[in-house]
């Protein structure tokens, strides 16, 4: 396990960026829980940091990424929440286990209806019917964060058209093309945390 290069950081940063925009700072800097026999009434500050092990990227907090250089790297087999993976072209792609760093701080998001929840988590696309509401001002090719009418989490694509563009599409118009969904953990069990 190592930390990043610079020019992974900013392969990886540009592509959060795409999704959470200015809060991309908050992510490395977040509020540790608060503990019931704790005299301070403010919440500690614990610093997140990004490492990659196996062209993997891992999301963890600063201490848990000291005591992990102790282990071995043939050993490690993960360690915080991976992000997703450098390909040997040297882009980054993310994995659906980044829904949940990234949803708390999207910069757009996307509403599906019940009826469209089930087309969406078996691999399909989002089309304007199963849309229930969408952040405004989302512009064509933005990083959008699919969620459930009850703001859960559902996945993550890029938005295919622009708000005001997409309120005026036909009903089977696509607009938002998937790129991850919670169905991946069941789809692809198998491969999705395989090191190899």
Known sequence: ??????????TLFTKLADYTSSSLSTLLTTPAPSRPSSSSKSPTQT??????????VYYLPLPLANLATSIARTNLLSIGTCLGKFTKTGKFRLHI??????????RAKVWVKGNGEMPY????????AHVGRWSEGCTAGAGVVVCAMDDRP?????????????RKAEPTAVVVFRQADVGEYLREEDTLFTTT
């Open 1 to 10: 396990m190592r930390a990043l290069t610079e020019t992974e950081t900013k």
């Open 47 to 56: 610093r997140h940091v990004f490492r990659t092990h196996q062209s993997r």
């Open 97 to 106: 286990t980044a829904l949940d760093v990234i949803a708390p701080h999207a």
């Open 121 to 128: 988590l078996y691999g399909g696309n989002v089309v304007k």
């Open 154 to 166: 559902l996945g993550f694509g890029i938005s295919a058209r622009s708000t005001d563009a997409a």
